[in-house]
């Protein structure tokens, strides 16, 4: 549309299914990469995506005719079907249910971005939970701990 300007920049984070820590440091990179792949086939920019064992942080410019709640479902739909078709895993894999989305300006690119660069790093001090906890806190998130993480049945 002419004259229609943005500049939309989300952190989006989510969790293995049960907080499992089954992304193995063999293809994490691959999976991430397909992902990255994923948000641009919709019109956004990926900027990074990185994670660790049991989560993923994607950083992404958002095409303002995107929601973030579709791009989510597709995100962890077409992921989750890559791991499976593929046999990353022995059980089937799943991605937990919801998602964090965080907005950041311009002017925090590079610190977000080398903050999901540097994620083994900074999960030998901080577990994801503490991580996303802080993160909800930050952003002065109301939130019910009972419904932040689904555990392990």
Same mark, same amino acid.
């Given at each position: ?6 500049? #939309?920049?989300?952190?989006? $984070? ?28 919709? *019109?956004?920019?990926? #900027?990074?995506? =990185? ?7 994607? !950083?992404? *410019? ?12 597709? $995100? ?7 791991? =499976? ?7 089937? !894999?799943?991605?937990?249910? *919801?998602? *964090? ?53």
């Amino acid at each position: 549309m002419a004259n229609t300007y943005h500049q #939309i920049y989300i952190q989006a $984070v989510f969790a293995v299914k049960y907080r499992a820590a089954v992304l193995d440091k063999d293809w994490r990179a691959t999976v991430f990469s397909v992902i990255g792949n994923i948000i641009n086939e919709t *019109g956004c920019k990926t #900027i990074i995506v =990185n994670g660790v064992e049991d989560h993923a942080h994607c !950083f992404f *410019g958002l095409k303002p005719t995107i929601s973030i709640s579709e791009l989510m479902k597709t $995100v962890k739909a077409k992921s989750s079907k890559y791991i =499976n078709d593929n046999r990353l895993l022995l059980n089937r !894999f799943e991605w937990q249910e *919801g998602y *964090g989305a965080f907005s950041y300006s311009n002017t925090q690119i590079d610190v977000v971005f080398n903050y999901i660069k540097n994620q083994e790093k900074h999960h030998a001090k901080e577990t994801f939970k503490e991580e996303y906890v802080a993160t909800l806190e930050k952003f002065q998130i109301p939130y019910d701990e009972r419904f932040i993480f689904e555990d392990l049945k």
